[in-house]
């Protein structure tokens, strides 16, 4: 009787491919579907903080039409499958942040 067992195995080169990608694939799905869940909650409370402007500016005025700040608020989600992680960016667009800047932190009108 022999004293030793013989194994061969196929598809290791196969298995470790499909292993490698594994991370990947719960990135994209498993965290980006966390993370544009957990961005929804933020960004629903996000727009029904923002304050809606109640006062027309005029026919000449420059100044965003009401609703428009809030209506601008969104949430972005970016995925880096390689590294594992992924980022959601909440708030207002760019067509509405300056004056979520003035909402936030105030301005001071200045004369020349």
């Known amino acids: 009787m022999a004293d030793y067992v013989s194994i061969e195995v196929h598809g290791l080169a196969e298995l470790e491919a499909?292993?490698?990608?594994?991370?990947q694939n719960i990135v994209r799905k498993v965290l980006g579907h966390a993370l544009k869940?957990?961005?929804k909650v933020v960004l629903n409370e996000l727009v029904n903080r923002t304050p809606v402007k109640t006062q027309d500016s005029g026919p000449n005025s420059n100044s965003?039409?009401?609703g428009a700040l809030k209506a601008g608020m969104n949430s972005n989600v970016k995925l880096n499958p390689e590294r594992g992680t992924g980022t959601c960016t909440i708030g207002p667009s760019k067509d509405t942040a300056?004056?979520?800047n003035f909402l936030e932190y105030g301005?001071?009108?200045k004369s020349h």
């Open 18 to 23: 499909q292993l490698s990608q594994l991370p």
């Open 37 to 39: 869940s957990a961005g």
């Open 64 to 66: 965003l039409p009401a």
């Open 98 to 100: 300056y004056v979520a």
């Open 107 to 109: 301005h001071v009108l």
